[in-house]
């Protein structure tokens, strides 16, 4: 059984309008291990201490969330598909794929859409670059600082059903 994908109503929105195509999870050791990269599709490798030096243990790590081409339902019930699945550093990202997490366009200043505004409902706070906005979405969401630990993460890509 995989493991749902769940947002906040807001960036749910931005699925619905296909503005948010990517998401990003932190990846988790299975067996007490550190991740220490990436082994393929849906595939991050946890290397396992060992009691003799010169020997490391590694493991492979499946995605929790499905493979390519898995189905996962939206809190509405629409149905998306996973199209890709990477795993990388939390600081790789790039600007065009901040913009797929959903940092898109906002405001009358070329800025970009990041974490809800604290004090104004339904307003955002806005940035001059995707990835600085990405950063106060990420925070929100995994806690003060969480982007400088800078952890390995699945970067999934998906996509609305067209039969939804």
Not at 82 to 90: F, K, N, P, S, Y
């Amino acid at each position: 059984m995989n493991k749902p994908l769940m947002f906040p109503p807001e960036l749910e929105q931005l699925i619905h309008e296909g503005k948010k195509t990517q998401t990003r999870r932190i990846v988790k050791p299975e067996s007490g291990g550190v991740i220490v990269g990436w082994g393929g599709e849906h595939i991050a490798m946890e290397e396992i201490s060992s009691n003799d030096p010169d020997t490391m243990h590694v493991r492979t790590v499946l995605c929790p969330y499905g493979k390519v081409g898995h189905l996962f339902i939206l809190s509405d019930m629409k149905v998306a598909k996973i199209t890709a699945i990477q795993v990388e550093r939390l600081q790789d990202i790039t600007h065009e794929e901040a913009i797929k997490e959903g940092c898109i366009e906002y405001g009358p200043f070329d800025e970009y859409r990041g974490a809800p505004h604290p004090n104004v409902s339904g307003k955002f706070r806005a940035y001059k670059k995707p990835i600085d906005a990405f950063k106060s979405i990420w925070e929100l969401l995994e806690g003060r600082d969480s982007w400088h630990e800078n952890p390995w993460v699945w970067v999934i890509s998906f996509e609305l059903n067209n039969s939804n």
